[in-house]
T-cell receptor
Framework: SQTIHQWPATLVQPVGSPLSLECTVE??????LYWYRQAAGRGLQLLFY??????ISSEVPQNLSASRPQDRQFILSSKKLLLSDSGFYLC????????????FGDGTRLSIL | QKEVEQNSGPLSVPEGAIASLNCTYS??????FFWYRQYSGKSPELIMF????GDKEDGRFTAQLNKASQYVSLLIRDSQPSDSATYLC?????????FGEGTQLTVNP
């Protein structure tokens, strides 16, 4: 069966510091991969998605970037964090067409000080 | 107008009752619809998806879709305290999934 790993679970970073969050999927090949952010008490906002290695689609212009160096690895990065980058970051995967169900990792709760 | 709208609640029902959660969407081109359950501090968990008009049942859960009226609903029969969570509705259109802000459900013992 498929599993998704996301780390770290919590992260506290100072303003202006860099960020790297990693997500890996096991048990499937060529998954679609997604990064979402959820602000406190709000719905999920799609940040990036990828349908294959090196293919990244950005949904919201912002202080973040994403990369997919391997088939089942998705990385979210920032060179300089802003206070507004605080939130709950979720990685998700799906297979097949993009309208298929997405399954989420456990998330990273990021606090910027 | 929000693309996917849900009543934020909180919705409170007694144990054993039917909980009814509703969602409307603005994009008539939306193709598929999903319900996720999210416990406080946890990530969303997929509980139902529906692509065609009508009802889809899975255990105690029934998803209902009416594309003409652009609404999706989730019924939870025999509600249990463990069903207390925030329920997120999502609609797929174009190339992305758009989420509502969720309805908080509390099931009282």
């Amino acid at each position: 069966s498929q599993t998704i790993h996301q780390w770290p679970a919590t992260l506290v970073q100072p303003v202006g510091s860099p960020l790297s969050l990693e997500c890996t999927v096991e048990g499937t090949s060529n998954p679609n991969l997604y990064w979402y952010r959820q602000a406190a008490g709000r719905g999920l906002q799609l940040l990036f998605y990828s349908v294959g290695i090196g293919q990244i689609s950005s949904e919201v212009p912002q202080n973040l970037s994403a990369s997919r160096p391997q088939d089942r690895q998705f990385i979210l990065s920032s060179k300089k964090l802003l206070l507004s980058d605080s939130g709950f970051y979720l990685c998700a995967w799906s297979v097949g067409q993009l309208n298929q169900p997405q399954h989420f990792g456990d998330g990273t709760r990021l606090s910027i000080l | 107008q929000k693309e996917v709208e849900q009543n934020s609640g909180p919705l409170s029902v007694p144990e054993g009752a039917i909980a009814s959660l509703n969602c409307t969407y603005s994009d008539r081109g939306s193709q598929s619809f999903f319900w996720y359950r999210q416990y406080s501090g946890k990530s969303p968990e997929l509980i139902m998806f529906i692509y065609s008009n009508g009802d889809k049942e899975d255990g105690r859960f029934t998803a209902q879709l009416n594309k003409a009226s652009q609404y999706v609903s989730l019924l939870i029969r025999d509600s249990q305290p463990s069903d207390s969570a925030t329920y997120l509705c999502a609609a797929f259109s174009g190339s992305r999934l758009t989420f509502g802000e969720g309805t908080q459900l509390t099931v009282n013992p």
